[in-house]
């Protein structure tokens, strides 16, 4: 077992105080670059010097656009260096998504990833961003992206800002989380609680003084940020990244990076359980696969397959990606475990009683220690009293919890559809297909999908008169989606059921069958991620 994780309570420190520890030793690992210990902090000082040289001040924000590069994590801890907050959003993003959340954070400053580029270029003279830097790319993107620089631009051989001391609850990101009645809600992460999830993480995750953590999962998710990267750097170890998922080549990657640790989704897990078994399967180093979402039928087989232990979870961006976990010592087959250190949960009815064991109810959790969960949403403040009702937080999912105090997810309060890991609100898809000039109304719901969690309906109602063929309004979709939420089904109805205050029932709609659905994918619309 590694050395228990120092005391660290802002990420600055942490990189500097890991840097004089390892040294050498690899910390981060991409397919065609590894940095270590010394050169993270040093890249990162260069980055600090280089965004306050061009301007940033401690507290302003700077957004990245960016894939799972190096440039994340360069960008990530120097913008903590410099005192500022990162504002990561999701690369699928395009559209009006992408302008509520540039345009709701105010960043000072952006750097986007060349491939990126055309879904924020049409947004560019409206938001007026003072700093733009750009990864990668050919000349003719930086000709077109006049008053841009490159990403070398950014590094400084100047000594690192001098900023005041940086406090465990001072804000260090942004990170947009998904609006059920609205639209995104910006949650405010301090420093420390990064830092307090990757403790508790490291602690019931099998760790070796030999463990690399590799993930596929976006660096502008806290799961790879958390689980992964701060997890691997607080316990001296190594963490290692795809840019993406590719089932077909998973453990392959992940031995060729020598995994010890993965990290999966129900998507993923489901995706890989049912490729064909391959000489590869059990070619690898991996020990541990940390997961979310594994149902009771898939976990001893997917074990037995792949020759790794699961350690289930459950988190959410407020709250730390992982927040339940079973400890590696006594893990239960079909459970998210039980809470982790920093955090207190209970089991509430709809008047926020506790339930009886064995009894379905919403999970509500708290902190045992200040600034180990987010400080709240940003411009929403009634949301976020919202969410705190009666000094809880609540997150919005049925679970229930045995008498040994062990939880099990149940399914979703909240109307939020989960697809292939990404968190999704109807609002958001129903406000681009009202767009639409023949639709009167939408009403979208999540289904259950092959594969694990959710694929997105659309129920539409036209306006009177009007036609629309279902692969045009799909294919309006994927123009102003990100891929993620473009929906699979379509159904023409011709009234949306509501109660009598004018709300859609969305449980009528979601439990309907036999109406005339179109697919999507029998349609030949095809949605790629950028």
């Given at each position: 077992?590694?050395?228990?994780?120092?005391?660290?309570?802002?990420?600055?420190?942490?990189?500097?105080?890991?840097?004089?520890?390892?040294?050498?030793?690899?910390?981060?690992?991409?397919?065609?670059?590894?940095?270590?210990?010394?050169?993270?902090?040093?890249?990162?000082?260069?980055?600090?010097?280089?965004?306050?040289?061009?301007?940033?001040?401690?507290?302003?924000?700077?957004?990245?656009?960016?894939f799972?590069?190096?440039?994340?994590?360069?960008?990530?801890?120097?913008?903590?260096?410099?005192g500022?907050?990162?504002?990561?959003?999701?690369?699928?993003?395009?559209?009006?998504?992408?302008?509520?959340?540039?345009?709701?954070?105010?960043?000072?400053?952006?750097?986007?990833?060349?491939?990126?580029?055309?879904?924020?270029?049409?947004?560019?003279?409206?938001?007026?961003?003072?700093?733009?830097w750009?990864?990668?790319g050919?000349?003719?993107?930086?000709?077109?992206?006049?008053?841009?620089?490159?990403?070398?631009?950014?590094?400084?051989?100047?000594?690192?800002?001098?900023?005041?001391?940086?406090?465990?609850?001072?804000?260090?990101?942004?990170?947009?989380?998904?609006?059920?009645?609205?639209?995104?809600?910006?949650a405010?992460?301090?420093?420390?609680?990064?830092?307090?999830?990757?403790?508790?993480?490291?602690?019931?995750?099998?760790?070796?003084?030999?463990?690399?953590?590799f993930?596929?999962?976006?660096?502008?998710?806290?799961?790879?940020?958390?689980?992964?990267t701060?997890?691997?750097?607080?316990?001296?170890?190594?963490?290692?990244?795809?840019?993406?998922?590719?089932?077909?080549?998973?453990?392959?990657?992940?031995?060729?990076?020598?995994?010890?640790?993965?990290?999966?989704?129900?998507?993923?897990?489901?995706?890989?359980?049912?490729?064909?078994?391959?000489?590869?399967?059990?070619?690898?180093?991996?020990?541990?696969?940390?997961?979310?979402?594994?149902?009771?039928?898939?976990?001893?087989?997917?074990?037995?397959?792949f020759?790794?232990?699961?350690?289930?979870?459950?988190?959410?961006?407020?709250?730390?990606?992982?927040?339940?976990?079973?400890?590696?010592?006594?893990?239960r087959?079909?459970?998210?475990?039980?809470?982790?250190?920093?955090?207190?949960?209970?089991?509430?009815?709809?008047?926020?009683?506790?339930?009886?064991?064995?009894?379905?109810?919403?999970?509500v959790?708290?902190?045992?220690?200040?600034?180990?969960?987010?400080?709240?949403?940003?411009?929403?403040?009634?949301?976020?009293?919202?969410?705190?009702?009666?000094?809880?937080?609540?997150?919005?999912?049925?679970?229930?919890?045995?008498?040994?105090?062990?939880?099990?997810?149940?399914?979703?309060?909240?109307?939020?559809?989960?697809?292939?890991?990404?968190?999704?609100?109807?609002?958001?898809?129903?406000?681009?297909?009202?767009?639409?000039?023949?639709?009167?109304?939408?009403?979208?719901v999540?289904?259950?999908?092959?594969?694990?969690?959710?694929?997105?309906?659309?129920?539409?109602?036209?306006?009177?008169?009007?036609?629309?063929?279902?692969?045009?309004?799909?294919?309006?979709c994927?123009?102003?989606?990100?891929?993620?939420?473009?929906?699979?089904?379509?159904?023409?109805?011709?009234?949306?059921?509501?109660?009598?205050?004018?709300?859609?029932?969305?449980?009528?709609?979601?439990?309907?069958?036999?109406?005339?659905?179109?697919?999507?994918?029998?349609?030949?619309?095809?949605?790629?991620?950028?």
């Open positions: 077992m590694p050395e228990a994780a120092e005391e660290v309570s802002d990420l600055a420190s942490l990189v500097r105080r890991k840097s004089a520890r390892n040294g050498a030793k690899a910390a981060l690992l991409f397919k065609d670059r590894a940095l270590s210990y010394a050169e993270l902090d040093r890249e990162t000082d260069r980055v600090a010097a280089g965004l306050a040289k061009s301007g940033v001040r401690p507290g302003d924000r700077v957004a990245a656009f960016l799972n590069t190096p440039e994340f994590p360069l960008l990530w801890f120097g913008v903590a260096k410099a500022a907050v990162l504002v990561p959003l999701n690369t699928a993003l395009k559209g009006e998504l992408l302008r509520y959340e540039l345009a709701d954070s105010e960043p000072a400053a952006l750097v986007a990833d060349a491939r990126l580029w055309p879904a924020y270029e049409p947004l560019r003279k409206t938001l007026g961003i003072r700093r733009e750009i990864v990668g050919d000349r003719e993107i930086h000709d077109r992206a006049r008053g841009t620089l490159p990403w070398s631009a950014i590094r400084s051989e100047d000594p690192p800002p001098s900023v005041p001391p940086l406090r465990p609850g001072d804000p260090v990101e942004v990170m947009y989380t998904s609006g059920t009645t609205g639209p995104p809600k910006g405010l992460i301090p420093h420390l609680k990064p830092i307090a999830t990757a403790r508790e993480i490291g602690r019931r995750s099998r760790l070796e003084p030999d463990s690399v953590l993930t596929a999962l976006p660096l502008f998710h806290c799961n790879a940020q958390e689980m992964t701060l997890t691997a750097l607080l316990h001296d170890l190594t963490a290692a990244f795809d840019e993406r998922f590719h089932a077909s080549t998973f453990w392959e990657s992940a031995a060729s990076l020598g995994a010890t640790h993965v990290s999966l989704l129900i998507s993923m897990i489901n995706v890989l359980h049912k490729q064909p078994p391959r000489a590869t399967d059990r070619t690898h180093r991996v020990r541990t696969a940390l997961t979310a979402g594994t149902t009771r039928d898939v976990w001893p087989d997917f074990e037995r397959r020759g790794v232990t699961i350690v289930e979870l459950y988190g959410m961006t407020e709250c730390g990606c992982t927040t339940l976990m079973n400890p590696s010592e006594a893990i087959v079909g459970s998210v475990g039980t809470p982790l250190g920093f955090v207190e949960a209970d089991v509430v009815d709809d008047d926020d009683r506790p339930v009886p064991a064995d009894t379905r109810g919403e999970l959790v708290r902190p045992r220690a200040p600034y180990t969960m987010f400080l709240g949403y940003l411009h929403q403040p009634e949301k976020t009293v919202e969410a705190w009702r009666n000094a809880w937080f609540h997150t919005g999912d049925y679970v229930t919890r045995d008498a040994d105090g062990y939880y099990y997810f149940v399914d979703r309060k909240k109307d939020v559809i989960r697809r292939r890991g990404e968190n999704l609100a109807p609002h958001d898809v129903e406000a681009v297909l009202n767009g639409h000039p023949a639709v009167f109304e939408s009403v979208v999540g289904v259950p999908s092959p594969l694990g969690e959710e694929d997105v309906k659309a129920f539409v109602q036209l306006r009177p008169g009007a036609v629309a063929e279902p692969r045009a309004l799909f294919e309006y994927v123009e102003r989606l990100p891929f993620f939420m473009v929906p699979r089904f379509l159904e023409f109805i011709d009234e949306i059921p509501k109660t009598a205050n004018q709300k859609a029932q969305r449980f009528l709609l979601k439990g309907r069958r036999g109406g005339a659905e179109h697919d999507r994918e029998t349609l030949g619309v095809v949605v790629r991620a950028p």
